[in-house]
């Protein structure tokens, strides 16, 4: 029984360090775009940037989360704008 505990609380440590993997990878597209739409980065988006967000893509342009993405990604822009 107590062999049992231990793998628990580890498959429970990796879930959880991968729910913050996808969210920290989800809440850091507003900050990216901003940057660039700001023209705080100069030039265009580069490839790999384009390609690490492409899933994100996807979810805005087939599920419902594309107007909450705009509203975040949106108070990004406003927030880089003040300062």
């Known amino acids: 029984m107590s062999s049992s505990s231990p793998r628990r609380s580890r498959s ?12 920290v990878y ?3 597209h507003g900050p990216v775009m901003a940057l660039y739409s700001s023209k705080r980065i100069e030039g265009p988006v580069p490839n790999a940037v384009t390609v690490i967000y492409q899933p994100l893509h996807w979810l805005y342009e087939n599920t419902p989360l594309g107007s909450p993405m705009t509203a975040y990604d949106g108070w990004w822009g406003n927030l880089l704008k003040k300062s």
């Open 12 to 23: 429970t440590g990796c879930l959880f360090t991968l729910l913050q993997l996808l969210a």
């Open 26 to 28: 989800l809440l850091s």
